[in-house]
């Protein structure tokens, strides 16, 4: 083991790198840390409630103390830089952050498949998305404005800004009963399984959570049938396709 500086001060420039980079991981596990807790004690809708208001006023801190720190400008609440980038480049940032999330995901699944197998890493999934899925579904509403109780029109709307949507491709039809229908055309999990000649992964245990739960956080009147999701079989045109619709 290598000599470790007694102190902050002590370290070199290389350790002290090291240490903010670890402080930024412990902000951010800290956070969640918070807001498992505060579910656990409280309720999930509750922390939903408070997490809008801790995270701007968190966000909003910390970037003004960073800017100081490092020389940019904040302006309403985000780097100022950041409004000054090409359209298309804000389009990249999206999509990278889009990827980032999903391999974030990804990471985690087969951390936990190698360690202790597919059927506890599929039930840590499922039980992630019924935590992320309203969350997401409550930071899209708060996002756009969209109201309460907004109906199909709202979660239509929703479902157009969810991380997945910018790595995937998707799309809706209007039923002649009123009802909504989304598809997974283009999946990138999915596609890139099938560019090595695998089977789609099942993850139909993981959509009955997620797509009801981003629903109802929309509207909780709201109702969700699944058409078919792996391993279902389905047409060559789509992935998997959800249904939606409101109680006459």
């Not at 807790?37 to 006023?57: D, F, M």
Request: hydrophobic share 45%; with cysteine; glycine share 8%.
């Amino acid at each position: 083991m290598p000599d470790a500086p007694a102190t902050l001060e002590q370290a070199d420039n290389a350790m002290l790198v090291r240490f903010a980079m670890d402080a930024f991981h412990r902000i951010v596990v800290h956070y969640g840390q918070w807001m498992a807790e505060v579910s656990h004690q409280l309720g999930y809708a509750e922390t939903l409630a408070l997490e809008h208001e801790v995270w701007e006023a968190s966000l909003g801190n910390q970037l003004k103390r960073l800017g100081q720190t490092l020389g940019f400008a904040v302006e309403g609440g985000v780097p100022a830089v950041l409004g000054k980038l090409p359209r298309e480049t804000l389009q990249q940032l999206v999509e990278a952050l889009g990827v980032n999330w999903l391999a974030n995901d990804g990471i985690w699944f087969q951390a936990v498949e190698r360690r202790f197998g597919m059927v506890d890493a599929k039930r840590c999934n499922d039980t992630c998305w019924g935590r992320f899925s309203p969350f997401e579904a409550v930071r899209i509403k708060q996002l756009l404005g969209l109201p309460d109780n907004g109906g199909l029109p709202a979660l239509r709307a929703a479902i157009a800004f969810r991380l997945y949507a910018t790595i995937n491709v998707q799309s809706f039809e209007d039923l002649d009963d009123g009802s909504l229908v989304f598809r997974m055309d283009a999946c990138r999990v999915q596609v890139a399984r099938k560019r090595k000649g695998l089977a789609d992964y099942p993850c139909k245990s993981a959509g009955l959570v997620e797509y009801p739960y981003f629903a109802r956080a929309i509207d909780p009147r709201i109702r969700t049938t699944c058409v078919a999701c792996p391993p279902d079989p389905h047409p060559e045109g789509w992935f998997c396709a959800w249904k939606f619709s409101l109680p006459a």
